[in-house]
């Protein structure tokens, strides 16, 4: 951080000091110009959600979506969330985010419900800094709820494990307190945190969603074959669903399958896509019974 950076420069002399601050200075302009850009975006139209099946993996059915968000930036064109939501999180603007994020899949999943059609759920994102500062998520998720009027069970907020073994104490209470609204809750990242499994015992979370840092290298690696086994019984035996990420191959996905892993998400089944495709895709596979392309197929 730029205060330590500073006083370490300090420190080291005058030199050192002067190479270090102009650095930081331009570092800091420039976050501080995309920061704008991006305030300007989320109050106009520059902000977009994609949206990226999940499949039931025994009957290849889809059944839910992932919302992930995308910025259309005038100049640089579709730049990914791992490339913003730092640099929203650190402006403070990701609550602004959150909440336009919330608003937007809730709207969208009602228009879907009103053309008849049908999932079991959307999936939201949710930044850890909306679990732990003011206004109140759970605020923000019933005024959405009302406003939308999608029921609450029809919403999955995605928290990752990380967010919510490192803030234990707002983590736990804004979780229950969204429980109660009746949304369903799920540990995305899962493997990648720290968890600690009477905790995670305790916590009101519905589902489990695999890494895909463990999912890239089945059906070869032993130790992610170990892992992904070992979160799979850690779900059945404390009743949490469990999905898998990142399911880029026919291998993986069989894989999964055979393990008995329930739901699944990743390229193979279907990359994220603006709402247009999604709705093309949604309704195929409610009309046409087309869930998947056959194992011996190419991926779409
Ligand atoms: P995540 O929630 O774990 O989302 C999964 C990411 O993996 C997405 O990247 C998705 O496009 C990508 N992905 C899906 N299937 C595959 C696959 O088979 N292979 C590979 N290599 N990647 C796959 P994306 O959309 O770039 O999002 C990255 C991260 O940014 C998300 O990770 C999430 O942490 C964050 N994010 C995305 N949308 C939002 C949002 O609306 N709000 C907040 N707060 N964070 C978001
Ligand atoms: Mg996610
Ligand atoms: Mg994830
Ligand atoms: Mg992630």
């Not at 050192?16 to 302009?29: D, G, K, V």
């Not at 228009?111 to 949710?126: R, S, T, Y």
């Not at 999964?256 to 193979?268: P, R, T």
Request: negative net charge; contains cysteine; hydrophobic residues 40%.
């Amino acid at each position: 951080n730029a205060d330590s950076a500073l006083s370490k420069a300090k420190a080291s002399g005058r030199e050192t000091f002067a190479f270090y601050s102009s650095e930081l200075t331009a570092h800091a302009f420039q976050r501080i110009r995309i920061a704008s850009e991006l305030r300007q975006a989320i109050e106009g139209t520059g902000l977009q959600l994609y949206y990226q099946p999940v499949y039931a993996m025994a009957e290849q059915k889809l059944v839910g979506c992932e919302a992930l968000i995308r910025w259309e930036h005038p100049e640089r064109g579709l730049i990914p969330p791992n490339e913003f939501i730092p640099i929203a999180e650190e402006s403070g603007l990701i609550k602004a985010i959150d909440q336009w994020v919330l608003q937007h899949s809730c709207q969208q999943m009602r228009i879907w419900q009103e053309q008849g059609l049908h999932m079991q759920f959307i999936a939201v994102n949710i930044s850890s800094r909306s679990l732990s500062s003011k206004p109140a998520l759970p605020e923000i998720v019933a005024q959405v709820l009302q406003d939308s009027k999608v029921a609450a069970q029809y919403l999955e907020i995605e928290v990752t494990e990380s967010a919510v073994m490192e803030n234990p104490k707002n983590a736990d209470a804004i979780l229950k307190e969204l429980r109660s609204l009746g949304v369903s809750l799920a540990i995305d990242d899962f493997g990648t945190g720290y968890s600690s499994l009477s905790r995670l015992k305790s916590l009101p979370v519905h589902k489990l969603k695999i890494d895909q840092s463990f999912i890239s290298n089945l059906p070869t690696d032993p130790e992610d074959i170990a892992i992904v086994r070992a979160i799979l019984a850690l779900g059945a035996s404390i009743g949490l669903e469990v999905q898998a990420e990142g399911i880029e191959t026919a291998e993986q996905m069989l894989f999964l399958q055979e393990q008995n892993c329930k739901l699944g998400q990743g390229y193979w089944l279907g990359r994220p896509m603006p709402v247009k495709a999604f709705t093309e895709l949604l309704t195929d596979s409610l009309t046409a019974k087309l869930a998947l392309p056959a194992n011996d197929q190419q991926a779409p």
